[in-house]
């Protein structure tokens, strides 16, 4: 069963910042939180990850709680090209295995 | 780079037939492993591979095979399809897991058995 869970839909306006959030209270300490989106039957496409500290990359920011049990995906300025399905995932490795386990997601729309 | 690239996009089978789905990555990535996708089910992790040789089963392995002769490839390979094999297949690909980073996907492989 996924570890996170997230609201299952949100909508932003164009040019807006768009704000995602993911509770994951029963992460342990060494486990990452991964964002991965899904645009239409597409493969998932890799967002960003961090452990504790914040990230930021070029597609956007990652703000973790400092308890860690709960985290902000953070599009600063969402387009509508940015409509999809985004996964909040705490990766499980088990014997070598990377198991990235999909919950149901948060299904953003991007309004003009 | 290509990034990961999955053959076919699109395939229907008959009950019982055979097929390999392909899956081939031109990152020299260690790490290769399979997902299929359901509705309201996620991604589950089907067999998964740590470098060439090396294989070992996901949690819905069932009904399916994988081998892993070179680092590039990781193909699957359905030896008698059934209904219940109806579903997108994604192949993902990353560096060993001490390395935390991140799984790269191809586009998939979506596939129907009647």
């Known amino acids: 069963d996924a570890k996170t869970t997230q609201p299952p839909s949100m909508d932003c306006a164009e040019g807006r910042a768009a704000n995602l959030p993911c509770n994951h209270s029963t992460i342990s300490g060494n486990e990452y939180v991964y964002w991965y989106r899904q645009i239409h039957s597409q493969g998932p496409q890799y967002i960003i990850h961090?452990?504790?500290n914040n990230e930021t990359n070029e597609m956007a920011s990652l703000i973790i709680t400092e308890d860690r049990k709960s985290s902000t995906l953070i599009l600063p300025h969402a387009t509508l090209r940015d409509t999809a399905v985004y996964y909040c995932?705490?990766?499980?490795?088990?014997?070598?295995?990377?198991?990235?386990?999909f919950g149901q997601g948060t299904r953003l729309t991007i309004n003009p | 780079n290509a990034g990961v690239t999955q053959t076919p996009k699109f395939q229907v089978l008959k009950t019982g037939q055979s097929m390999t789905l392909q899956c081939a990555q031109d990152?020299?990535?260690?790490?290769m492993s399979w997902y299929r996708q359901d509705p309201g089910m996620g991604l589950r992790l089907i067999h998964y591979s740590v470098g060439a040789g090396i294989t070992d089963q996901g949690e819905v392995p069932n009904g399916y095979n994988v081998s892993r002769s070179t680092t590039e490839d990781f193909p699957l390979r359905l030896l008698s399809a059934a209904p219940s094999q109806t579903s997108v297949y994604f192949c993902a690909s990353g560096r060993p897991s001490s390395y935390n980073s991140p799984l790269h996907f191809g586009n998939g492989t979506r596939l129907t058995v009647t």
């Open positions: 990152m020299n990535h260690e790490y």
């Open positions: 961090g452990l504790k």
């Open positions: 995932i705490v990766r499980e490795d088990f014997q070598g295995a990377q198991k990235l386990v």
